[in-house]
């Protein structure tokens, strides 16, 4: 799509912009049913009541059963990217996720994928006939990159972006574009142009963001493997409340050459693209294939640094036995988790403790609340003048969320150049004094890096509970302190709210105003049906170490306990 946006007011810019995605979604064949007059507050349930038996066969698959279908040619590309149209195109019907839908795109490039089998008798590459779903502000050639804003609609890239370029040479299919928020800045998915993007799970709560969109079509079924952004927990947000798997890698090792933002070159806390799917084997495969393409080659900033295969030393003790050691992070300190997020936790390390192989230890915060004073002195050093002019120029009104992030938050400020040198300094101390707290868990320092005996991981929730209300995601604690500290993290799935088991604490005494904001939030009947996750968090550059973890503690636990 591009829409030229001229002289005309925002109503008219989004008018267009939205009338442009429904007119793609009709032009799906066959016809997508449209949704009921009136809609159930969790709507998981409608693609099987408004979907063929078979589109929701295909559309239920992991990444590698899919991957196995279509690389034998068992399945043929485009019957499944088909299933997917219907399903995303449904889910935009129901959740409001859809940026836009790319039927012609995506079904010649499945028939040119089929051909290709058929001739060669071999698949493309390792992600043949996979269907990706893509946040919107990745640029594909062509299309608008608006990254939220009425006043960026009309951009277009003359190319795609370097990560889009990899998938595209291993084989998969791009079919949808997703929603986010205006800004980019919000753990929910709200903007003038596309409206407001809500749980599948429960639709009076947020989908999250700002890779909501992401999230909600991950929820809905409508994509299994997906593209979406982070700097403050913009995958991880979204994945947790959707029941999906969310990655945050190290930074430097995806490329995020060609995406949008309002504040290109600010890199005091550097954004990461990552992926979001409905199996954690989806994760891996995303991380290898585009690790395993060398993007450092053409993107010199990202560090050289090939995919590591499992290594049996990461997980033993001194004797060579296999041990896992978890800290446990049950709060922050800062803002105490819901019921039902401390249940999971609860129910994950009691499951650890029975298990042989694994010590679980008690994680102390170590001044997290510092840790948001550094990271939101940085988010916007210009004061949020880019951000604001971004919003301000087409004379779009502010989201609630804008507003809470930029205009009211007291941290931001436009800053000096020694300023910057503050905080640059404040940001580096913490990550040092971080070090030395993980350090600290050593049994044995053997020096020269050799630590005996240390965490190995840290488990902790995603945030002060589950999806919260619409316009109510404010507290950005639980994932925006791996972001200052720049630890890749995964979020999964572990159960759901309970209304009846996670009561309310009745007699809790909130330990300050931003306590008392999440504690009030929280009625349990309110989040019924609301996805629980939980996230799995290790040192730099320790991204394959911290997804070999998480596989080896679902088998462990059984998680997820609910889907």
């Given at each position: 799509?591009?829409?030229?946006?001229?002289?005309?007011s925002?109503?008219?810019?989004?008018?267009?912009?939205?009338?442009?995605?429904?007119?793609?979604?009709?032009?799906?064949?066959?016809?997508?049913?449209d949704?009921?007059a009136?809609?159930?507050?969790?709507?998981?349930?409608?693609?099987?009541?408004?979907?063929?038996?078979?589109?929701?066969?295909?559309?239920?698959?992991?990444?590698?059963?899919?991957?196995?279908?279509?690389?034998?040619?068992?399945?043929?590309?485009?019957?499944?990217?088909?299933?997917?149209?219907?399903?995303?195109?449904?889910?935009?019907?129901?959740?409001?996720?859809?940026?836009?839908l790319?039927?012609?795109?995506?079904?010649?490039?499945?028939?040119?994928?089929?051909?290709?089998?058929?001739?060669?008798?071999?698949?493309?590459?390792?992600?043949?006939?996979?269907?990706?779903?893509?946040?919107?502000?990745?640029?594909?050639?062509?299309?608008?990159?608006?990254?939220?804003?009425?006043?960026?609609?009309?951009?277009?890239?003359?190319?795609?972006?370097?990560?889009l370029?990899?998938?595209?040479?291993?084989?998969?299919?791009?079919?949808?574009?997703?929603t986010?928020?205006?800004?980019?800045?919000?753990?929910?998915?709200?903007?003038?142009?596309?409206?407001?993007?809500?749980?599948?799970?429960?639709?009076?709560?947020?989908?999250?963001?700002?890779?909501?969109?992401?999230?909600?079509?991950?929820?809905?079924?409508?994509?299994?493997?997906?593209?979406?952004?982070?700097?403050?927990?913009?995958?991880?947000?979204?994945a947790?409340?959707?029941?999906?798997?969310?990655?945050?890698?190290?930074?430097?090792?995806l490329?995020?050459?060609?995406?949008a933002?309002?504040?290109?070159?600010?890199?005091?806390?550097?954004?990461?693209v990552?992926?979001?799917?409905?199996?954690?084997?989806?994760?891996?495969?995303?991380?290898?294939?585009?690790?395993?393409?060398?993007?450092?080659?053409?993107?010199?900033?990202?560090?050289?640094?090939?995919?590591k295969?499992?290594?049996?030393?990461?997980?033993?003790?001194?004797?060579?036995?296999?041990?896992?050691?978890?800290?446990?992070?049950?709060?922050?300190?800062?803002?105490?988790?819901?019921?039902?997020?401390?249940?999971?936790?609860?129910?994950?390390?009691?499951?650890?403790?029975?298990?042989?192989?694994?010590?679980?230890?008690?994680?102390?915060?170590?001044?997290?609340?510092?840790?948001?004073?550094?990271?939101?002195?940085?988010?916007?050093?210009?004061?949020?003048?880019?951000?604001?002019?971004?919003?301000?120029?087409s004379?779009?009104?502010?989201?609630?969320?804008?507003?809470?992030?930029?205009?009211?938050?007291?941290?931001?400020?436009?800053?000096?150049?020694?300023?910057?040198?503050?905080?640059?300094?404040?940001?580096?101390?913490?990550?040092?004094?971080?070090?030395?707290?993980?350090?600290?868990?050593?049994?044995?320092?053997?020096?020269?890096?050799?630590?005996?005996?240390a965490?190995?991981?840290?488990?902790?929730?995603?945030?002060?509970?589950?999806?919260?209300?619409?316009?109510?995601?404010?507290?950005?604690?639980?994932?925006?302190?791996?972001?200052?500290?720049?630890?890749?993290?995964?979020?999964?799935?572990?159960?759901?709210v309970?209304?009846?088991?996670?009561?309310?604490?009745?007699?809790?005494?909130?330990?300050?105003?931003?306590?008392?904001?999440?504690?009030?939030?929280?009625?349990?009947?309110?989040?019924?049906?609301?996805?629980?996750?939980?996230?799995?968090?290790?040192?730099?550059?320790?991204?394959?170490?911290v997804?070999?973890?998480?596989?080896?503690?679902?088998?462990?636990?059984?998680?997820?306990?609910?889907?």
């Amino acid at each position: 799509m591009t829409v030229s946006n001229g002289t005309r007011s925002w109503q008219e810019i989004a008018h267009d912009y939205q009338k442009h995605r429904d007119e793609t979604v009709a032009r799906v064949d066959p016809a997508i049913p449209d949704a009921p007059a009136k809609l159930p507050l969790n709507v998981t349930g409608l693609p099987k009541q408004l979907l063929s038996a078979r589109e929701i066969e295909i559309t239920e698959q992991t990444v590698p059963e899919l991957k196995q279908k279509l690389s034998t040619g068992e399945w043929k590309c485009v019957d499944v990217i088909k299933a997917f149209l219907r399903r995303a195109g449904l889910g935009q019907k129901l959740v409001n996720c859809v940026a836009e839908l790319l039927p012609e795109r995506a079904i010649k490039r499945a028939e040119e994928l089929d051909q290709y089998l058929e001739e060669h008798k071999r698949p493309i590459g390792p992600l043949h006939g996979i269907p990706i779903s893509v946040k919107e502000h990745l640029g594909m050639k062509g299309l608008d990159l608006n990254a939220g804003f009425c006043s960026f609609v009309g951009k277009v890239p003359d190319e795609d972006a370097h990560l889009l370029k990899i998938l595209w040479e291993a084989g998969c299919v791009f079919y949808v574009r997703s929603t986010q928020p205006q800004t980019l800045m919000h753990l929910e998915t709200s903007s003038n142009l596309c409206g407001v993007t809500v749980n599948p799970f429960n639709r009076a709560l947020t989908c999250g963001g700002s890779s909501g969109g992401e999230g909600a079509l991950q929820g809905i079924g409508g994509s299994i493997l997906g593209i979406g952004s982070d700097i403050g927990g913009s995958i991880r947000s979204p994945a947790a409340n959707n029941g999906a798997y969310g990655f945050r890698p190290s930074t430097y090792r995806l490329p995020t050459g060609g995406y949008a933002s309002a504040m290109p070159g600010a890199d005091s806390i550097v954004g990461v693209v990552g992926p979001l799917s409905n199996s954690l084997e989806g994760i891996e495969l995303f991380m290898q294939t585009v690790i395993d393409a060398q993007p450092w080659l053409k993107e010199p900033s990202l560090v050289p640094l090939p995919w590591k295969q499992p290594d049996p030393n990461w997980f033993t003790d001194h004797s060579g036995k296999f041990k896992i050691k978890v800290g446990v992070l049950w709060t922050d300190e800062v803002v105490k988790p819901h019921p039902p997020v401390l249940r999971a936790l609860k129910e994950v390390v009691e499951k650890l403790k029975q298990t042989e192989g694994y010590e679980i230890v008690e994680w102390k915060p170590y001044k997290h609340d510092l840790a948001w004073d550094i990271i939101a002195s940085l988010y916007f050093p210009d004061g949020g003048a880019k951000e604001s002019a971004a919003i301000d120029s087409s004379g779009e009104p502010w989201r609630p969320l804008s507003e809470f992030i930029i205009k009211d938050n007291p941290l931001v400020k436009a800053h000096s150049i020694d300023d910057i040198w503050f905080w640059h300094r404040q940001r580096n101390e913490y990550r040092t004094d971080y070090a030395k707290l993980w350090n600290s868990t050593a049994v044995k320092d053997h020096g020269k890096g050799v630590l005996e005996g240390a965490v190995d991981v840290i488990l902790c929730p995603v945030g002060p509970g589950a999806a919260p209300p619409i316009n109510c995601a404010r507290y950005w604690g639980y994932t925006s302190q791996w972001n200052l500290l720049d630890y890749p993290s995964v979020v999964f799935p572990v159960t759901k709210v309970k209304p009846d088991v996670d009561v309310t604490e009745t007699d809790y005494k909130p330990l300050n105003d931003q306590d008392e904001y999440n504690y009030k939030l929280y009625e349990p009947e309110l989040y019924r049906d609301a996805p629980v996750a939980l996230q799995l968090v290790a040192r730099r550059y320790e991204d394959e170490k911290v997804l070999k973890a998480l596989e080896l503690i679902q088998k462990a636990t059984g998680a997820p306990f609910e889907k």
